[in-house]
């Protein structure tokens, strides 16, 4: 089986890829990899010295959990043990401080991070909100992890689906369905009711679109859109390289098993 891969569209934290030559199978098997076996670093512990805030304890430990870090693969690795996270270890821990006491919100980027190249990935998301005279001061430890064990882990969402292909025949009235088509997907050009080749991907009204008029038609190819995005602990890039590698090496623990 030969496999081909073309990028649609990419952009910050977010690529389409069409997958020539290959089935939902691989596809599934890429997302599932994506949402369980990638690992990132999450804050796992917390130690409140100092909670002002209108958030009860657990509920401020809760929101640092799902706050993503920027995780460097290749400084840190999975624990081999329970022994390496409580005693701290480097290579899979991170220790992250937020001391803050002023009156307004309390944003990631005045976190501080023992690992410069490891910080919270969006620098203006809010944590929580202090009054005049209230503080908050928090040592957080992050660990690696599978998303798998827990969503905070996952690196990112991936889905995939047919490649569609929408038709336009003879229709009835071009102006009226040319209005219809919020998205951009069915224009006029020269009197005639066009498909935008670049807007049918991103499309969710194909459908939709099917039920105005007959003459349009929606088929499916035997390719499949790949979506992937990011939720900022690695790019795109790093998510796909590591899925295939972590791929590789479970294809080859099998063979060994065989």
């Known amino acids: 089986m030969s496999i081909k891969l073309e990028k649609i569209k990419a952009k910050e934290n977010k690529i389409t890829l069409l997958i020539k030559g290959s089935n939902e199978v691989f596809a599934n098997t890429i997302r599932r990899l994506v949402l369980e076996e990638v690992p990132t670093l999450a804050v ?19 929101r640092l959990g799902l706050v993503p870090i920027k995780t460097d693969l290749s400084s840190y690795r999975l624990p081999e043990n329970e022994t390496e996270i409580e005693e701290r270890s480097a290579r899979c821990t991170l220790q992250l401080k937020l001391k803050v006491a002023k009156k307004g919100y309390v944003l990631a980027q005045e976190a501080t991070s023992a690992d410069p190249s490891c910080t919270f990935a969006y620098p203006k998301m809010p944590i929580t909100k202090l009054l005049a005279k209230q503080k908050v001061d928090v040592t957080m430890y992050a660990v690696m992890g599978k998303g798998k064990d827990h969503a905070k882990w996952a690196p990112g969402w991936a889905f995939f689906k047919r490649e569609p292909v929408l038709k336009v025949g003879n229709v009835k009235d071009p102006q009226l369905i040319a209005k219809q088509s919020t998205d951009n997907v069915l224009k006029i050009k020269a009197g005639k009711l066009e498909v935008n080749d670049k807007k049918v991907y991103e499309s969710n009204l194909l459908t939709y679109y099917t039920e105005l008029d007959e003459a349009i038609t929606l ?7 790949f979506n992937l995005e990011s939720w900022g602990q690695l790019s795109c890039k790093e998510i796909l390289t590591t ?16």
């Open 44 to 62: 796992e512990d917390v130690e409140i010295k100092d909670n002002g805030s209108a958030l009860y304890d657990e509920m401020l430990a809760l």
């Open 219 to 225: 088929e499916q190819t035997d390719n499949i859109l």
């Open 243 to 258: 899925s295939a590698k972590i791929l590789i090496e479970k294809v080859e623990e099998l063979e060994a098993l065989i």
